[in-house]
């Protein structure tokens, strides 16, 4: 079964992971700092100021990171090089590789290819 755990501040990653509720029946769930992760799984998360990680997901990856696969995240094109940079940031920090990268809520293509991504078993389940 596959599982994924989200950050979600202004509804952007709330609305990915909504429809992506739609197209799948996985475990999805919203992280929150009491959350300690028994099922591996992949993470979404948002890019916060211009680039930065959110400090709720800092926060569960200090206590979750080793049973996370992968991180994605959301990010505003607006910001240039620093778009969707938490994914990045995260990435290098906890070792963790970058599954995608999309604007705002995503588009049905990103969506498409994160489950893609996913089912293709490429980082796991």
Do not use: C
């Amino acid at each position: 079964m596959t599982w994924i755990y989200y950050d979600s501040k202004t509804g952007n990653v709330e609305r990915f992971v909504t429809r992506l509720k739609e197209h799948r029946n996985w475990n999805i769930q919203k992280i929150d700092d009491t959350l300690q992760l028994t099922n591996p799984g992949h993470l979404i998360t948002y890019t916060t100021g211009i680039g930065d990680v959110p400090a709720s997901t800092t926060r569960f990856l200090e206590a979750n990171s080793a049973l996370i696969h992968t991180v994605t995240s959301s990010g505003n094109k607006n910001w240039g090089a620093n778009f969707a940079l938490a994914a990045t940031k995260i990435s290098e920090r906890f070792k963790l590789p970058v599954l995608m990268q999309f604007e705002l809520s995503g588009t049905m293509t990103d969506l498409q290819r994160f489950i893609d991504q996913i089912e293709g078993n490429i980082y796991g389940n």
